[in-house]
Antibody
Framework: VQLVESGRGLVQPGRSLRLSCAAS????????MHWVRQVPGKGLEWVAG????????NYADSVKGRFTVSRDNAKNFLYLQMNSLRTEDTALYYC??????????????WGRGTMVTVSS | ETTLTQSPAFMSATPGDTVTISCKAS??????MNWYQQKPGEPPIFIIQ???TLVPGIPPRFSGSGYGTDFTLTINNIESEDAAYYFC?????????FGGGTKVEIK
């Protein structure tokens, strides 16, 4: 199982950024997928989750209305479109595999993460 | 939102010690509690699922207990390679939430 994030960058507040995650080594469309972020040296925050078919989507209140999670099961990719970025969105963003098809469950595999820095 | 309060935030142990880490939930989460290990510069590794079940491939010196609101991760006969950051995750309700983490240092 491999999850490889891309899309890292330094962006100004108010701008947008899209993260991608390439998944391999498992049947991608059998599992929910998530984005989790971690401020370096601090704790973890679940950001968003999407069910195996994309019909079930949930967000943390801190990103609701600004971030959009999506997936392309034909290409084995997970995405996170981040709009109206704020300085407090600065973090290492992990692509994370769910244990099952539904969103409300634990995670069993994490990517190495991609850094997003929001600063003027 | 279910708040997970983890303690202690830091602990130092000697090889061979038994270490216990607590995770208390602000509401009942049944057995929907999980534990992860994270070493510096590495992604987290899944070690305990459903509060008490050892994830395949994880050494049996790791164990979990608890139900409802009080959970414990125990590391028996701790080894130097167990030096890491440990955190809990509840998946009983949205938003999924994490404990604040415990850094375990091995002397």
């Amino acid at each position: 199982v491999q999850l490889v994030e891309s899309g890292r960058g330094l962006v100004q507040p108010g701008r947008s950024l899209r993260l991608s995650c390439a998944a391999s080594g498992f049947t991608f469309d059998d599992y929910a997928m998530h984005w989790v972020r971690q401020v370096p040296g601090k704790g973890l925050e679940w950001v968003a989750g999407i069910s195996w078919d994309g019909d079930g989507i949930n967000y943390a209140d801190s990103v609701k209305g600004r971030f959009t999670v999506s997936r392309d099961n034909a290409k084995n990719f997970l995405y996170l479109q981040m709009n109206s970025l704020r300085t407090e969105d600065t973090a290492l963003y992990y692509c994370v595999k769910g244990r099952i098809a539904a969103v409300l469950d634990a995670f069993d595999m994490w990517g190495r993460g991609t850094m997003v820095t929001v600063s003027s | 939102e279910t708040t997970l309060t983890q303690s202690p935030a830091f602990m130092s142990a000697t090889p061979g010690d038994t270490v216990t880490i607590s995770c208390k939930a602000s509401r009942d989460v049944d057995d929907d509690m999980n534990w992860y290990q994270q070493k510096p510069g590495e992604p987290p590794i899944f070690i305990i699922q459903e509060a008490t079940t050892l994830v395949p491939g994880i050494p049996p010196r790791f164990s979990g207990s608890g139900y409802g609101t009080d959970f414990t991760l125990t590391i028996n006969n701790i080894e130097s390679e167990d030096a890491a950051y440990y955190f809990c995750l509840q998946h009983d309700n949205f938003p999924l939430t994490f404990g604040g983490g415990t850094k375990v240092e091995i002397k």
